[in-house]
């Protein structure tokens, strides 16, 4: 009998993260990204994103969320909200359907992951502006579509110009130890959990 092929959706909740994992279908061939070019999302937003990708009879749905958009309500219980009500895989045995659903966060926000290609950091930033001065002191960056088109893939400038993945998932790795031992609420990433998984597919 054969092997299901596992099929992953990841859904971001703007232009960084998707023209960041589009940039790295040659390494995961298996991904889909969606949607193709992503407004800001709201968390109702990326609820009916999931429940379409639920639909559609996606696997696995990995979602990607910026922190800094969800200090404060009403964002933060929305998001609470929502993670709660996926805490369990989706099981629509009858439709075919099972879907695993998971969030993958960080703060500030995703910029953080792609300093992580370049060295390790656990600063406190006060906005995003800071966190793009650090990257912009390691590589140029602008968040930008226009710039996103012209590096021809995110993770292949990030590599081109002395950033490394796997530099980039174990700094991410040391950021959530650090917060899970309490030293800090902010400053990590959880994408180098989701690249390992990615990775496992």
Do not use: W
């Amino acid at each position: 009998m054969g092997t299901l092929r596992q099929t992953a959706l990841v859904l971001g909740e703007g232009p960084s993260e998707f023209f960041y994992f589009k940039s790295l279908c040659d390494v995961f061939k298996h991904l889909t990204i969606k949607p193709d070019y992503p407004k800001h999302t709201t968390i109702k937003e990326l609820e009916t994103k999931i429940s379409d990708g639920v639909a559609m009879g996606y696997n696995r749905i990995f979602c990607i969320v910026d922190m800094d958009t969800k200090a404060v309500d009403p964002e933060r219980s929305q998001y609470q909200k929502l993670k709660a009500k996926y805490a369990e895989p989706v099981s629509k045995p009858r439709k075919g359907i099972y879907c695993k659903v998971e969030f993958f966060e960080t703060h500030r926000c995703t910029e953080l992951f792609f300093l992580y290609y370049f060295r390790y950091t656990s600063r406190q930033y006060k906005n995003q502006s800071s966190l793009l001065k650090d990257l912009n002191r390691c590589v140029k960056y602008q968040k930008t579509i226009d710039f996103f088109v012209k590096s021809k893939g995110l993770h292949g400038y990030f590599e081109r110009n002395g950033g490394n993945l796997n530099e980039a998932v174990a700094n991410a790795n040391r950021s959530v130890d650090e917060k899970q031992k309490g030293d800090r609420e902010y400053t990590y990433s959880e994408l180098g959990r989701l690249i390992k998984i990615m990775k496992e597919l």
